[in-house]
């Protein structure tokens, strides 16, 4: 069944306003325009979910896991998973709608984060034409992060060879190192994925031992290949600005290998002497679950890893684990509810009792079969308070990796540009002045 046959949808092409305008139409006998919204927000939210779950669902590391033979058609599932999401708050109350007023995080803090958002958000397009030689890429990575002519230490280079190859082969080319003297720091960025089809097969893959505990495999393999180049780079600018500190970034894909690249710079003993005495930050802007290892991390590392998320950004939330669970749970639904016709009712009348009972049962469903990877550091959600201020709130990570929100925005929230719209914001007051 096509998700817009029981929403009321349409054919493609409608616009927002068509779209609400039919469903407000069905739903003018009992309904009202706020349930007339959410039915339009509950479709987009499918469109997208059905595109994403049957693009993982085919690739080779989670195809044994995927269950065919649903009695309750994967978009009721979908749709009853996120009723019980707005149900439970989770949706609603915990990620639209912004109760925190006043920001989490210190005003120096803020205003670190939007610093490092002029570069790293820009990343990719630095390198968004293939063609461009090697001798100009210099001029328009300074161009386009708007460095000045001696600011660019060191930057990769793609080869033709890296394209549409493995992850590892096609960002371990990829960083840039500059200076930016505003915050007076020595910046070290990395380039994540060029599409979104490129970055969901990228974030799916498994984990790989490392430093005591189990890590993104791709994205620490990109690391590794580039880790040697880059702190013989940072070296050199540490002995000629003494005084400035490192700050490691990333957007997406790229915020998840600098993530690693901070938890290596802190515990590989060799690592470690390319940042002695300056004061380290990762600053990363939505990546996906990375690390994780049974004995915590030390604070003194944790502390300086900030992990931003905006609102319902599903990149922060996915993991292998993270979809086996999703696909457990629609499992769960499949075997819960008696047939279409019941489905299709709970949804229909919004039966709130039987989501209810829904919902405990969706509450004792866990995935066993991945490894559960963890963000390292601290999380925080970027939201607009209704001052139409930015706000940084401080999440347990629990709460994004472990957390698959079917919102309609869980993908567009992902977009660069959407995080630069974040922070042209005005920064809400800091919970500590400086």
Not at 147 to 166: E, W
Not at 213 to 223: E, I, P, R, T, V
Not at 415 to 432: D, H, S, T, V
Request: net charge negative; aromatic share 8%.
């Amino acid at each position: 069944m096509n998700p817009m046959e029981w929403l009321g949808g349409g054919a493609g092409g409608e616009s927002v306003e068509e779209l609400t305008e039919r469903a407000r139409r069905r739903l003018q006998q009992s309904g009202t325009e706020e349930q007339a919204r959410q039915t339009v927000a509950t479709q987009r939210a499918l469109d997208n979910l059905l595109a994403f779950y049957g693009l993982v669902g085919e690739l080779p590391l989670f195809r044994p896991h995927r269950h065919e033979n649903f009695r309750i058609q994967v978009p009721i599932c979908v749709a009853l998973l996120r009723k019980t999401q707005e149900l439970e708050g989770g949706l609603s109350d915990e990620w639209e709608n912004c109760k925190c007023e006043e920001n989490e995080v210190t005003d120096m803090e803020m205003q670190a984060m939007q610093s490092c958002s002029r570069f790293s958000l820009h990343v990719h397009e630095c390198y968004d034409d293939p063609k461009v030689p090697r001798r100009e890429l210099g001029a328009k990575i300074r161009s386009t992060l708007e460095l000045g002519d001696n600011d660019l230490i060191a930057h990769g280079f793609p080869t033709d060879s890296s394209q549409g190859k493995s992850l590892e082969t096609n960002t371990s080319s990829r960083y840039i190192i500059c200076l930016d003297h505003d915050s007076k720091s020595i910046l070290v960025l990395f380039h994540g994925a060029q599409s979104l089809t490129e970055l969901i097969r990228d974030v799916m893959c498994d984990v790989a031992e490392y430093m005591g505990g189990s890590a993104h495999s791709g994205l620490l393999g990109a690391m590794l290949a580039m880790q040697e180049n880059i702190r013989i780079f940072l070296g050199k600018a540490r002995e000629k600005y003494p005084d400035y500190g490192v700050r490691v970034t990333g957007h997406g894909l790229g915020a998840g290998i600098a993530v690693l690249f901070m938890i290596h710079l802190f515990m590989d003993e060799d690592a470690t002497k390319s940042i002695e005495g300056a004061e380290a930050t990762c600053i990363a802007f939505a990546p996906p679950p990375t690390f994780t290892r049974y004995e915590e991390l030390p604070e003194k590392l944790t502390d300086r890893i900030w992990i931003l998320v905006n609102n319902t950004d599903f990149i922060p939330r996915l993991s292998v684990a993270s979809f086996n669970q999703l696909n457990q749970e629609f499992k769960s639904i499949d075997t819960s509810v008696n047939d279409m016709q019941s489905a299709m009712s709970i949804l229909t009348v919004n039966d709130a009792e039987k989501l209810r009972d829904l919902s405990k049962k969706l509450a004792k469903v866990e995935q066993k079969a991945f490894t559960w990877l963890q963000h390292p550091g601290r999380c925080l959600r970027l939201s607009i308070n209704s001052r139409i201020e930015l706000v940084a709130q401080n999440i347990n990570s629990e709460h994004v990796h472990k957390r698959m929100v079917l919102s309609d925005t869980m993908f567009s929230d992902h977009l660069a540009l959407e995080y630069e719209i974040m922070f042209k914001q005005k920064l809400a007051a800091g919970k500590y002045i400086f």
